[in-house]
């Protein structure tokens, strides 16, 4: 029997989507708090930890089957004290515990499911359980009462296997320094890449494929670095083929979780924010790269989109967009032939179906039987005439059409969730976007995003994980500080309000004092201090987002640079070296430390821009037709320069000459003679930044 509990239970107070949607479970959950450890303790009783988040499939397959049924909570209630948590609320206690299942089980995922004693030691773990034992999976009604008789009857053995859990967990920190990253370990990410590129489809590997725009970030930079346009043709081809495919959604916009399939073609449907802006900076700086209209058009859409269905008044995003709705995963995205012939008539839709591969029969399968769903996912055919196609008023108002007929769907859940540190990787995608393409609605998104951080993020120089408004005080861990201080940097350079600079530079310093680890190199996910959980982890590998410590090595190597601070950079050198044995061993895994690395090598090119605001404007009219990605820009105006000159000495000798437009190009410590005029500004530039 299952069970929505009339009166809830204590994830009511909660403020995360995720632990409401359990509210009225029959399972008596707690909130991760002393409340639930004093009372294992008290009765002696395993805690069942189960972590997920709103958007997460299989969480919810496991909620509906498991945690709404009587019989099974009844088991769960009698026999253990339940704790939920969501993952994106508390990253720290997920990456513990998701580095516990890692150890016991060789593999994690979500829903984790974590049985571990009292004092919060796993000796147990999982992670989707349905309710009855299937053949190789066990069910949630076997393996509740084998648990429970095994923690009164083996208390000893259970006892031997947590502490071995601990040990193996505290052996986990990082290898002792190794040697400096440099171009070698660039090359042989490259030939990895090569190896595993898909040169029909684009991306890496076969199914499932993810867009990690981050790895595509890298070989843009590392073509133009080396001018080998191999490299970055890798990277092009697969923004290309990403932004035809079924994992962008062609009707309201925006990017779906992964492709399940090796074609780009039948998504995985959750749209999660970091996707969006990730791939906003990858698109940013392949059109800067290629000038390729499309990539340009796929920034402004992605923009669209987040502007339509993540942005909250406040000016800050939510988290994510479910894939199910209706109970059923990508239902509200996908089209029935008859729908499709109502909304845009009879002979649009045979105009058009060549070109989005659209079929009566539908065109994919369905997964469970592999016959056709009959239904149809919008994918554009690489090879017909869809530019001119997609880009007509026709198609324009018939996609319009189709978004206001599929509005009027039961939508997917909304986790309106505000994350600091994905909030601090949309500030940079807009910053950047607004820099490379002068769009003002950008840059005004950047502001009103930047404003919020700076009132409801930051507090006494210190960061929240989350604003204070939405209940929880979850101070800031590493990813929050690595984020903002990059979306900062980034805004700088787009609006050259200088108390930004200065915010990023602050919150640099405190990023410092809380989380490097003083007896080796590196940054750890949690402050010292930190009681709640019985380790501190430090992670560097980049996975569906860059890592924290990646994204550390190079704000510090640019702060270092900006605020005249060499030690920073020598910081931002011992990151590489504290994990240099992982990342030669395999450095595909970790491209966005390899960004920090290229900025090394290449070394950066200084622009500071002194005049008038007209002369700003005029000088980065021309900077704009430059791909430069390891250079830094830095303006001294005329007057009000005082906090400018503060943060970077340097710019004290470098004002404008006779009050009018001047432009220094410095490199390797040494400058160029001054421009002062348009034309000879974009004739350094072409001599000193390679097209």
Excluded at 115 to 126: I, T, Y
Excluded at 296 to 322: C, H, M, N, R
Excluded at 490 to 509: G, H, V, W
Aim: a negative charge; one cysteine or more.
């Amino acid at each position: 029997m299952h069970g929505s509990h009339p009166s809830p239970n204590r994830l009511a107070k909660s403020s995360s989507p995720y632990l409401l949607q359990h509210a009225h479970n029959p399972v008596d959950w707690y909130p991760w708090g002393e409340e639930a450890f004093e009372k294992a303790r008290l009765e002696d009783k395993p805690i069942f930890l189960s972590i997920g988040y709103s958007t997460c499939h299989w969480c919810h397959v496991m909620a509906h089957e498991s945690f709404e049924d009587e019989a099974v909570a009844k088991l769960m209630n009698e026999n253990y004290v339940c704790i939920k948590v969501d993952r994106e609320e508390r990253p720290d206690i997920d990456q513990v515990y998701m580095a516990a299942a890692t150890t016991l089980i060789g593999r994690g995922g979500w829903p984790l499911t974590i049985v571990m004693s009292p004092d919060k030691r796993p000796f147990f773990a999982g992670t989707y359980f349905p309710k009855e034992s299937a053949p190789g999976r066990t069910g949630m009604l076997d393996l509740l009462p084998k648990i429970t008789e095994a923690w009164k009857t083996q208390r000893e053995e259970i006892e031997a296997a947590a502490d071995e859990i601990m040990r193996a967990l505290q052996q986990k920190t990082p290898e002792q320094a190794g040697e400096t990253l440099n171009g070698e370990v660039l090359a042989k990410a490259s030939s990895d890449f090569k190896r595993n590129y898909d040169s029909i489809e684009g991306g890496f590997g076969s199914s499932p494929k993810f867009p990690s725009p981050h790895n595509l970030v890298f070989l843009l930079r590392e073509g133009h670095r080396t001018g080998d346009s191999t490299i970055s043709n890798m990277a092009l081809h697969s923004l290309k083929q990403m932004r035809l495919g079924g994992i962008f959604d062609h009707i309201g916009f925006g990017f779906h979780r992964y492709s399940t399939d090796a074609k780009w073609h039948v998504p995985h449907f959750e749209k999660m924010l970091y996707d969006q802006v990730n791939l906003m900076l990858a698109y940013t700086e392949a059109w800067e790269q290629s000038r390729d209209p499309l990539f340009l058009q796929t920034v402004d859409e992605i923009f669209v989109y987040l502007s339509d269905k993540l942005l909250s008044p406040t000016g800050a995003y939510y988290s994510a967009e479910d894939a199910d709705s209706d109970g059923e995963e990508g239902k509200f995205y996908v089209w029935s032939w008859e729908e499709l012939q109502k909304v845009m008539g009879k002979d649009p839709l045979l105009k058009f179906a060549p070109i989005f591969g659209l079929r009566r029969e539908g065109n994919f399968e369905d997964e469970a039987s592999r016959q056709p769903s009959g239904m149809n996912i919008f994918d554009i055919d690489a090879g017909s005439d869809f530019e001119s196609a997609v880009n007509s008023s026709e198609w324009t108002e018939l996609r319009e059409k189709l978004y206001q007929l599929r509005e009027q769907r039961i939508h997917p859940g909304l986790d309106n969730k505000i994350l600091a540190d994905w909030n601090g990787l949309a500030l940079s995608a807009l910053s950047r976007a607004a820099s490379a393409t002068g769009n003002s609605a950008h840059k005004k998104a950047a502001s009103n995003l930047a404003n919020f951080i700076k009132d409801e993020i930051i507090r006494d120089d210190q960061l929240l994980h989350m604003p204070e408004s939405m209940g929880n005080k979850v101070e800031g861990f590493l990813d929050d500080y690595s984020f903002i201080i990059q979306g900062f940097r980034n805004y700088y350079e787009t609006t050259f309000d200088a108390e930004y600079l200065k915010l990023a530079i602050q919150l640099q310093k405190t990023q410092l004092s809380k989380f490097w680890d003083k007896n080796g190199a590196g940054f750890f996910f949690t402050e010292s201090g930190d009681s709640d959980l019985f380790i501190r982890q430090k992670e560097i590998y980049d996975g569906a987002i860059p890592s924290g410590n990646s994204v550390a090595a190079e704000n510090l190597y640019y702060l270092g640079r900006l605020a005249e601070k060499p030690e920073w950079e020598q910081l931002s050198r011992k990151i590489g070296e504290t994990f240099s044995e992982q990342v030669n061993r395999t450095p595909r895994g970790f491209s966005a430390l390899l960004q920090s690395v290229q900025a090394h090598v290449s070394g950066t090119r200084e622009i500071v821009i002194a005049g008038e605001l007209q002369d700003l404007e005029d000088a980065r009219s021309v900077i704009r037709k430059f791909y430069a990605p390891f250079k830094l820009t830095l303006y001294r105006p005329n007057e009000g320069f005082a906090l400018i000159e503060d943060i970077s000495g340097f710019l004290s000798y470098q004002k404008a000459i006779d009050g009018g437009l001047t432009v220094y190009i410095c490199e390797n410590y040494a400058c160029q003679y001054p421009s002062t005029d348009l034309l000879s500004l974009e004739k350094t530039l072409q001599e000193t930044l390679r097209d």
